[in-house]
């Protein structure tokens, strides 16, 4: 099955009809097993963008249920990175994004990702996950294939994916194609997504010294917003219950009804040799 969803310039996402714009943290997109999943990054016509994605590993739906511990582990590994990817643009050379993470991770992050690399695939870097970019106003296309935990940048994507017979870089209104496919067949894969336009010096973002948000300052509506956030994530957390608990429930049911089955065919048996030895 294959999804979309789009990148219009910095961090805008379109889904369901509506657009969302800002400058915010990577996107992250789960990729399901066996599967594909695309987006979209559209670039102003005299502009060029930065694109970097990180391969990391999803969570089963099983997994939540079966092993906490693991569950645990992975958030850690995705806030790692994703941070990481957000401080890549920190980093900039000539407005270019740097191909390897500035900063080593901690020993506890190389611990866990020793123990999945070891435990899940014997040590193999490959993450089964090959990433295809492509320009829909020519037959240009780049495919390239996913590590773990290593980021895989694409600086001026632009100029990266033409062919000669283009001409030149041409720059589709409708967004330059990133499609995920994960060749996986246990196991879901989070690709982090970061792109940057070259236009952007960063010279907007914060001062790392200065709070982002004043408390006195908030309006009634961002307090709303932080509200409607934090039900939306009890929600959530509720579903997810709510599923294991139906989990649970469901496999209950199949052993009882195995356990009735079982029964009816030992009562069928013994009314058949009870009527026999009558006979």
Request: glycine residues 4%; negative net charge.
């Amino acid at each position: 099955m294959r999804h979309c969803v789009a990148l219009i310039g910095y961090a805008s996402i379109w889904w369901g009809g509506s657009s969302i714009v800002a400058n915010a943290y990577p996107m992250i997109v789960e990729v399901p097993e066996e599967s594909e999943r695309c987006v979209r990054l559209t670039i102003p016509q005299d502009d060029d963008a930065h694109v970097a994605f990180l391969a990391l590993p999803g969570l089963a739906a099983e997994q939540d249920e079966e092993n906490a511990d693991w569950v645990k582990e992975q958030r850690e590994l995705e806030e790692h990175f994703v941070y990481q990817m957000a401080e890549m643009q920190k980093y900039r050379v000539r407005s270019a994004l740097p191909r390897k993470f500035p900063n080593a991770p901690p020993e506890r992050i190389n611990q866990l990702m020793t123990k999945f690399l070891n435990d899940q695939y014997d040590g193999e870097m490959k993450a089964g996950c090959k990433t295809t970019v492509s320009n829909p106003k020519s037959t240009a296309s780049r495919t390239m294939e996913n590590f773990w935990f290593t980021p895989v940048v694409i600086n001026h994507i632009r100029k990266s994916i033409r062919s000669k017979e283009d001409g030149g870089s041409q720059n589709p209104l409708e967004g330059f194609e990133l499609c995920f496919e994960n060749s996986n067949e246990d196991a879901p894969i989070q690709l982090v997504i970061e792109s940057v336009l070259v236009s952007d010096d960063g010279s907007s973002a914060p001062d790392d010294d200065k709070p982002v948000f004043d408390s006195s300052n908030l309006t009634p509506l961002a307090e709303q917003l932080t509200e409607s956030i934090d039900s939306a994530n009890s929600i959530i957390n509720e579903m997810r219950f709510m599923e294991s608990r139906e989990r649970r429930m469901r496999q209950t049911a199949d052993s009882i009804n195995s356990r009735v089955r079982y029964f009816s065919y030992i009562s069928v048996a013994v009314l058949i040799v009870v009527t026999y030895v009558q006979v």
